[in-house]
């Protein structure tokens, strides 16, 4: 009979972890003003948008970046996740989007007037890395985060981009850092990125 070495369980192991936990579904947390119009976001998995065709985001360039909230899903709260430290995820997300919004050249203010968004957003997800092993087994959870959001009209209160999503932390990211919410941190980081991205397209900036 043909002996199993156990580095080959390991790194096999390994490998069904890391690939099993890539992705995650999106649940309705009741945050959204309205989840009719969200269709499938093409260009990300697990995320859905809503754009307002009728206000373009290149109408605005100035923004309220509203505290953002902890409001767990179903099954965010099956986590048991730390209050202590989603309260320091939320104010590290409203910190992200606000450098994000600055460094790209966009107006973060705190009064409402013509060209202004408030972004309201929720963490409605915190799911920790994990490393876990028994005897020769392995297995990483990657860890991630869910969030609702949407950008509103300062002045006449209308929801002009909406997006629900959930995002898994990478695999490299673990290799290199087995903190249990580092991961959780660089997909706010992503999320971030991809904000001024979306904005610099939509006003024709490179």
């Not at 809503?50 to 109408?59: E, G, I, M, Q, W």
């Not at 179903?74 to 730390?82: E, I, Y």
């Not at 107006?107 to 876990?132: C, D, F, N, Q, Y």
Request: with cysteine; aromatic share 6%; hydrophobic share 35%.
């Amino acid at each position: 009979m043909t002996q199993i070495k156990p580095v080959f369980l390991i790194c096999l192991t390994v490998l069904v972890g890391l690939t099993a936990c890539g992705g995650q579904a999106t649940t309705r947390n009741g945050f959204l003003s309205d989840y009719s119009k969200l269709e499938k976001n093409p260009r990300y998995a697990g995320s859905q948008i809503y754009a307002n065709p009728a206000t373009p985001l290149k109408n605005y360039s100035r923004f309220i970046v509203n505290p953002v909230q902890v409001r767990l899903s179903s099954l965010g709260a099956q986590r048991h996740t730390d209050p202590g430290k989603l309260q320091e995820l939320s104010q590290y997300a409203h910190q992200q989007f606000v450098s994000a919004l600055q460094s790209g050249g966009y107006a973060v203010v705190t009064s409402p007037g013509p060209g202004t968004l408030i972004l309201r957003s929720a963490l409605t997800e915190v799911a920790p890395s994990e490393l876990k092993s028994r005897s020769f087994l392995m297995n990483i959870s990657l860890g991630g985060a869910s969030i609702e959001a949407e950008f509103v009209d300062a002045l006449s209160g209308e929801v002009v981009v909406a997006v629900m999503e959930s995002q898994r932390g990478t695999h490299t990211k673990v290799a290199r850092n087995l903190n249990e919410y580092s991961n959780a941190k660089d997909v706010i980081d992503r999320w971030s990125a991809r904000l001024v991205q979306r904005l610099n397209e939509e006003h024709g900036k490179k």
